[in-house]
Every structure is written in structure tokens, then in C-alpha cells.
T-cell receptor
Framework: GAVVSQHPSWVICKSGTSVKIECRSL??????MFWYRQFPKQSLMLMAT?????????EQGVEKDKFLINHASLTLSTLTVTSAHPEDSSFYIC????????????FGQGTRLTVV | AQTVTQSQPEMSVQEAETVTLSCTYDTSESDYYLFWYKQPPSRQMILVIR??????QNATENRFSVNFQKAAKSFSLKISDSQLGDAAMYFCASPTRGAQKLVFGQGTRLTINP
């Protein structure tokens, strides 16, 4: 299957600083990528849809000014958590697919963010 | 709105036995796909099996099979000959209409007892 690489795997940052998480499709082009957030022992919650060359589409309740998404190329999407606070601590996962709504989604390894 | 529901927060099974995980969904679409994903302790999401709604035959992948009941909007996962490596969170998921984004169920934590 296709490979999606997410970096870093874990990060610790101080409250008030910004953190950038990268999601790369290594062997295919992804016009659309997705960012999820997962709290402990809970399901994946979609945060936003990242579209190459255009603005991201955020789900209801997700602060777009706090979670900045950039999809500058067909293989890279980034999520920047701005002015991070302890409540932003969570597990963030990206995914990408080839393009059809019915094809398999390939997931990154996830990033564990801890804000202290 | 599309919804996916998993009513079993936790399940356990003896090694080598068979276990079935339940999933129900709600959709207005006539043609759609359904997925089961596995999330082991590493937290990497792995596709287990996929079912096409217009196919009447239940999908099968080695020890994993589904019982797809379209009229009842039910999509259960059967794991045969359970192995210790099957221990994980299992999520049922379906794409939303006109988009590629997935809606996930709440998940079922599966424990394999040796």
C-alpha cells in the first residue's frame, strides 16, 4: 500500500509556542489530506480537510486560527498549532487517499503533542 | 448527517476463538463503502477490510470477514482463530457523501486472552 509519513512522532513544547506537524505522501500524490485529533481511548475526530493549492476546510468547532493548515504541494500538508496550551495536548493523525471517496485512506504514524 | 455507531466499547476473546465486533451506520446513499480499521498500541491505523455496498457478497480477508446487512445498515467484523497480535482498537468507518473524509465509530477495544 501507499505510504504516508508524519513527523515528528512526538513533541513537547512550552505553553504559548507554536508547533508544526508535517504529513507527507511518499509514493503518491495526494490532492486532499485530512487531519484528525484523537483523545485517549476515544475515536478519531476530523479537524479539517487539507486541499492542495487552496484553503483548508475546517470542521465545526475547530479554530482555524489556532490550527493552521497548509497544503503547499501534492505530497505535503502541514498542521501548525499556534500559541499552544495544555488543552491542545493530544494525538494528531493525518491521512491521504488517491482521490476517490471509496478508496482506502492511508494514515500517518501520528504525532503525540504535549504542551507543558 | 452520516453516523457510524459501535456499541461495544470493549470485547475480549480467548486465543484461537472467534469474535464478532458490531457496527451500525446511517446513510442516505445507495452506493457507498464501509471500512474496518485496526489501531494497535503503536497507534498506526491499518485497514483491515473493506466492503462495497452494492456487492451482496460479504468481504473476506484471510481470518477477517464481514457480515454486511444492507437493509439493517449493519456491518459487523468477524475475526476467526484470534491471535495475540489482533489485540487493538477496531474502528468502523464510512466516507461522507461527496467527500473522501471518513466518519468513524467510537471504537471497540479488543483483548485477546492467551
Amino acid at each position: 500500500g501507499a505510504v504516508v509519513s508524519q513527523h515528528p512522532s512526538w513533541v513537547i513544547c512550552k505553553s504559548g509556542t507554536s508547533v508544526k506537524i508535517e504529513c507527507r505522501s511518499l509514493d503518491f500524490q495526494a490532492t486532499t489530506m485530512f487531519w484528525y485529533r484523537q483523545f485517549p481511548k476515544q475515536s478519531l475526530m476530523l479537524m479539517a480537510t487539507s486541499n492542495e493549492g487552496s484553503k483548508a476546510t475546517y470542521e465545526q468547532g475547530v479554530e482555524k486560527d489556532k490550527f493552521l493548515i497548509n497544503h503547499a504541494s501534492l505530497t505535503l500538508s502541514t498542521l501548525t498549532v499556534t500559541s499552544a496550551h495544555p488543552e491542545d495536548s493530544s494525538f494528531y493523525i493525518c491521512s491521504a487517499s488517491f482521490g476517490s471517496m471509496n478508496t482506502e485512506a492511508f494514515f500517518g504514524q501520528g504525532t503525540r503533542l504535549t504542551v507543558v | 448527517a452520516q453516523t457510524v455507531t459501535q456499541s461495544q466499547p470493549e470485547m475480549s476473546v480467548q486465543e484461537a476463538e472467534t469474535v464478532t465486533l458490531s457496527c451500525t451506520y446511517d446513510t442516505s446513499e445507495s452506493d457507498y463503502y464501509l471500512f474496518w480499521y485496526k489501531q494497535p498500541p503503536s497507534r498506526q491505523m491499518i485497514l483491515v477490510i473493506r466492503q462495497e455496498a452494492y456487492k451482496q457478497q460479504n468481504a473476506t480477508e484471510n481470518r477477517f470477514s464481514v457480515n454486511f446487512q444492507k437493509a439493517a445498515k449493519s456491518f459487523s467484523l468477524k475475526i476467526s482463530d484470534s491471535q495475540l497480535g489482533d489485540a487493538a482498537m477496531y474502528f468502523c468507518a464510512s466516507p461522507t457523501r461527496g467527500a473522501q473524509k471518513l466518519v468513524f465509530g467510537q471504537g471497540t477495544r479488543l483483548t485477546i486472552n492467551p
